[in-house]
């Protein structure tokens, strides 16, 4: 009997000392979650993208194989040829066809060497917004136009040194890459459109098509009741 007291007070201090424990555990700031593993997940998710996502920065090289890859590598080469070439010339005689044709190449050879490492690297996927076909179209339009102007001027203004001549050759070399491509841009952009307006004109007829069914089926069901 002399025990007993003992006993029932070890068990109401084990049982406040689990209290006071669960009640510090409850409240402590300081408990381990797992939201520093899910941050660090989704950091890692987005820093470590797969290699096989379309967000994902990687080399086309199907792209670069292809007909407007190769022409699009002729242009920015042949444009920067014709660049340097005309940087080379030290004097001229006049010189404004000179200076037409350096802008017209550098020009040239800066944005289609832009459009080449957006489409080869597939950063234009990035930019739904901008369409991209019609870009191309109206740079490659452009480019043919004033590389053919600025070569025939620079021909007829400025043919007395070697490399005014080997600018002009370079000059007509990117005007011929660039009417290709143009000639395979109209057909892509045509052939886009063809489709898109195929596309319409199913939908719209699936649409009307469906919409007739819906208005027939009271008069149906009126004539069976």
Known sequence: MRGAPEDLEGEEAASSSSMISGASSSSSPYQPTTEPVRQSSGLRSLLLLPRGSSSSLR?????LRSAPGRLKVAQAVLALISFICIETIMECSPCEGLYFFEFVSCSASVVTGVLLLMFSLNLHARIPQINWNITDLVNTGLCTFFFFIASVVLATLNHKKGAEIAAV???FLATAAYAVNLVLAVKNWRSNSL?????????YMRARTESREVDHRPEIQRLDG
């Not at 080399?59 to 792209?63: I, Q, V």
Request: with cysteine; hydrophobic share 20%.
């Open 169 to 171: 050759i370079f000059g």
């Open 59 to 63: 080399c086309d090289a199907r792209y």
């Open 195 to 203: 489709q898109q307006n195929t596309r319409q004109t199913s939908d």
